[in-house]
């Protein structure tokens, strides 16, 4: 792959049995990995490494050598896009977890958010994510994907309903994303960020 291509880390937020992220996450991987300008790759808090890890990084353990770490993972990246449902008006505990285990891995990096949920779409979730990533010294996207009642606006193949709208939407964010996160990296080269 090539050096040029901004690295990008889609990270799955929920780990909840039965969950929907992981179909939210896949289309939004694609919509991704259709441009010429990103490298995509994912992060699933429920990966049983990752969820691992992060227990032991809770519990102030040690995670097991091999593969990279999930703090490896997210430094590797030059920006982010966060996948997140609402539970209860809020975003999930795993995903506040997995974000307050990782520090400089997120400075001066963008974070996008594709969200999904009832009524709100997995809005509130996302304003309260626009609280926490500033003191992460990570900068937001101002566009956002949201599915509201996501379980009417997907189909049985995974894809959702009105691909027209939600793939224009999606192309919105990661412009978005693209132009915030070759900017800081070229910043970050030109002038190490010092947090």
């Given at each position: 792959?090539?050096?040029?291509?901004?690295?990008?880390?889609?990270?799955?937020?929920?780990?909840?049995?039965?969950?929907?992220?992981?179909?939210?996450?896949?289309?939004?991987?694609?919509?991704?990995?259709?441009?010429?300008?990103?490298?995509?790759?994912?992060?699933?808090?429920?990966?049983?490494?990752?969820?691992?890890?992060?227990a032991?990084?809770?519990?102030?353990?040690?995670?097991?050598?091999?593969?990279?770490?999930?703090?490896?993972?997210?430094?590797?990246?030059?920006?982010?896009?966060?996948?997140?449902?609402?539970?209860?008006?809020?975003?999930?505990?795993?995903?506040?977890?997995?974000?307050?285990?990782?520090?400089?891995?997120?400075?001066?990096?963008?974070?996008?958010?594709?969200?999904?949920?009832?009524?709100?779409?997995?809005?509130?979730?996302?304003?309260?994510?626009?609280?926490?990533?500033?003191?992460?010294h990570?900068?937001?996207?101002?566009?956002t994907?949201?599915?509201?009642?996501?379980?009417?606006?997907?189909?049985?193949?995974?894809?959702?309903?009105?691909?027209?709208?939600?793939?224009?939407?999606?192309?919105?964010?990661?412009?978005?994303l693209?132009?915030?996160?070759?900017?800081?990296?070229?910043?970050?080269?030109?002038?190490?960020?010092?947090?």
């Amino acid at each position: 792959m090539s050096t040029d291509r901004l690295r990008v880390t889609v990270v799955v937020g929920s780990v909840r049995a039965g969950r929907f992220g992981d179909t939210v996450a896949r289309w939004v991987t694609e919509q991704a990995e259709h441009r010429d300008d990103l490298e995509v790759s994912v992060v699933d808090l429920a990966e049983p490494a990752v969820a691992a890890e992060l227990a032991l990084d809770f519990a102030g353990g040690t995670a097991p050598e091999g593969a990279p770490s999930f703090r490896q993972r997210l430094a590797g990246a030059d920006a982010f896009v966060v996948v997140t449902c609402e539970y209860n008006h809020g975003y999930p505990a795993s995903l506040k977890l997995a974000i307050d285990s990782a520090k400089e891995e997120w400075y001066a990096k963008p974070v996008g958010f594709v969200s999904y949920g009832g009524l709100a779409g997995g809005q509130r979730a996302v304003e309260q994510l626009r609280q926490v990533f500033p003191e992460l010294h990570a900068v937001t996207i101002r566009e956002t994907v949201s599915f509201h009642q996501y379980w009417e606006q997907f189909g049985e193949d995974g894809q959702p309903r009105d691909l027209e709208a939600v793939n224009k939407a999606a192309n919105v964010l990661l412009d978005q994303l693209a132009w915030w996160g070759v900017s800081l990296k070229e910043a970050r080269a030109k002038r190490p960020y010092a947090g």
